[in-house]
C-alpha cells in the first residue's frame, strides 16, 4: 500500500525558514517523480514544486521559486522542502504527492499545515 | 504560464441529475489533464487522467472528455457521495490546477 507521509509544518514567523518531510511507503520510490502542492486555508489546489526520479530535475512555481527549494534521499525514501525567506501567503495545507499515469497524481500524503505569522 | 479556467465556481445539483463541469486551459494541453475530487479536510482524490481515462476503482458515473483547451467532467447521476469540490490539473507545462468547483447540494 502507497503511503506517503508529510511533517515538519510549525507555526513561523515571516521571514523565518522551515524544512518539511515526506516519508515514503509502498513503492519504489527512486522511479517516481514526485511533487509539492499547497493548499491556502478555503482555497483551491496550488502547485508548488516537483523533482525527477533522480533529483536531477527540479521546478518550481514562479510564486516560490528562488526561497525553495525541492530534494529527494532515495536511499531514505524521503521527500523534502526547505523553505526559506517565508511570507504570510506561504501559509497552507503542503502537500507531497507521487506522479502517475498521465503525470496525473494519484497518491497523496494527508498534508502538513504551515503558518506564517507574527 | 499555462492558466486553467474552472466554471461554475459553484453548481448546486439534486440526486439523479447530470452534472458538467467545464475546464479551459489557456493554450493547447493535447490531453494532458486530470480531474481530482476533494472533500473538506481530505486530500484530492484522482478520478480521471489523461483526459479521458477513468481511474481504478472510480465509479463508472464519471466520465471526461476533450482535448486542446476545452474539458469537460461529467457525472451522468449525482449520488449523495459526490457533493465535493472538483479541480482539473494540466500537466502539459509543469502543473496548474483550475480554481475548482463546488458541487453543492441543491
Known amino acids: 500500500e502507497v503511503q506517503l507521509v508529510e511533517s515538519g509544518g510549525v507555526v513561523v514567523q515571516p521571514g523565518g525558514s522551515l524544512r518539511l518531510s515526506c516519508a515514503a511507503s509502498?513503492?519504489?520510490?527512486?522511479?517516481?517523480?514526485m511533487h509539492w502542492v499547497r493548499q491556502a486555508p478555503g482555497k483551491g489546489l496550488e502547485w508548488v514544486s516537483l523533482?525527477?526520479?533522480?533529483?536531477?530535475?527540479?521546478y518550481y512555481a514562479d510564486s516560490v521559486k528562488g526561497r525553495f527549494t525541492i530534494s529527494r534521499d532515495n536511499s531514505k525514501n524521503s521527500l523534502y522542502l526547505q523553505m526559506n525567506s517565508l511570507r504570510t501567503e506561504d501559509t497552507a495545507l503542503y502537500y507531497c504527492?507521487?506522479?502517475?499515469?498521465?503525470?496525473?497524481?494519484?497518491?497523496w500524503g494527508q498534508g502538513t499545515l504551515v503558518t506564517v505569522s507574527s | 504560464d499555462i492558466q486553467m479556467t474552472q466554471s461554475p465556481s459553484t453548481l448546486s445539483a439534486s440526486v439523479g441529475d447530470r452534472v458538467t463541469i467545464t475546464c479551459r486551459a489557456s493554450q493547447s494541453i493535447s490531453s494532458w489533464l486530470a480531474w481530482y475530487q476533494q472533500k473538506p479536510g481530505k486530500a484530492p482524490k484522482l478520478l480521471i487522467y489523461k483526459a479521458s481515462s477513468l481511474e481504478s476503482g472510480v465509479p463508472s458515473r464519471f466520465s471526461g472528455s476533450g482535448s486542446g483547451t476545452e474539458f469537460t467532467l461529467t457525472i451522468s447521476s449525482l449520488q449523495p457521495d459526490d457533493f465535493a469540490t472538483y479541480y482539473c490539473q494540466q500537466y502539459n507545462s509543469l502543473l496548474t490546477f483550475g480554481g475548482g468547483t463546488k458541487v453543492e447540494i441543491k
Open positions: 523533482i525527477s526520479w533522480d533529483g536531477g530535475s527540479t
Open positions: 509502498g513503492f519504489t520510490f527512486d522511479d517516481y517523480t
Open positions: 504527492a507521487k506522479e502517475d499515469r498521465g503525470y496525473s497524481l494519484k497518491y
